[in-house]
Antibody, heavy 117, light 107 residues
Framework: QVQLVESGGGLVKPGGSLRLSCAASGFTFSDYYMSWIRQAPGKGLEWLSYIGSSSYTSYADSVKGRFTISRDIAKNSLYLQMNSLRAEDTAVYYC???????????WGQGALVTVSS | EIVLTQSPATLSLSPGERATLSCRASQSVSTYLAWYQQKPGQAPRLLIYDASKRATGIPARFSGSGSGTDFTLTISSLEPEDFAVYYCQQRSIWPLTFGGGTKVDIK
């Protein structure tokens, strides 16, 4: 079955960096677009970034220039490099598989990122 | 950016009752709208896509309707496992956006 497992979350100081990983299994990773979506504590969902099969990428304005999405097909892994972190980046970060229609049909369990001094 | 406004914020109902949730878009998204369910401590689950199509494995008591700017998710008869938060999401125009959510809780 489809499985997405995030790792790399933790506590980081404002201005710091963190790299999230998402290990994918149970499907042909190279065939799917993937996204990162976050959820601040007690809040709703915010789409952050997207990577297509040809490595086309797209970002929300809130993270553009600070976050970078990438993927390693050989390792069946998705990444999110997060730089210049701010307190408002504190959230649970989900990796999600996108359908060809750009809906999200599989999600990881989430990785908590806390930005605090 | 398309803003999705969900109402009500909270819906208090009893098991067996009908739930009607609304999602309004700031501009037309055609039928390019999905609904997700999220339970505490869990990731969201896709319920409905393209406004009215049920995702794989979703029970028939969940149905979606609407087009343009006004959409509805209906749960025909609430089961105990349906008490959760529901989000809508549009894919018509980038960036992809989500609504703020409607919590369905037990009355």
């Amino acid at each position: 079955q489809v499985q997405l497992v995030e790792s790399g979350g933790g506590l980081v100081k404002p201005g710091g960096s963190l790299r999230l990983s998402c290990a994918a299994s149970g499907f042909t990773f190279s065939d799917y677009y993937m996204s990162w979506i976050r959820q601040a504590p007690g809040k709703g969902l915010e789409w952050l970034s997207y990577i297509g099969s040809s490595s086309y990428t797209s970002y929300a304005d809130s993270v553009k220039g600070r976050f970078t999405i990438s993927r390693d097909i050989a390792k069946n892994s998705l990444y999110l490099q997060m730089n210049s972190l701010r307190a408002e980046d504190t959230a649970v970060y989900y990796c999600a598989r996108a359908t060809t229609l750009n809906y999200f049909d599989s999600w990881g369990q989430g990785a908590l990122v806390t930005v605090s001094s | 950016e398309i803003v999705l406004t969900q109402s009500p914020a909270t819906l208090s109902l009893s098991p067996g009752e009908r739930a009607t949730l609304s999602c309004r878009a700031s501009q037309s998204v055609s039928t390019y709208l999905a609904w997700y369910q999220q339970k505490p401590g869990q990731a969201p689950r896709l319920l409905i896509y393209d406004a009215s199509k049920r995702a794989t494995g979703i029970p028939a008591r969940f149905s979606g309707s609407g087009s343009g700017t006004d959409f509805t998710l209906t749960i025909s008869s609430l089961e105990p496992e349906d008490f959760a938060v529901y989000y809508c999401q549009q894919r018509s125009i980038w960036p992809l956006t989500f609504g703020g959510g409607t919590k369905v809780d037990i009355k």
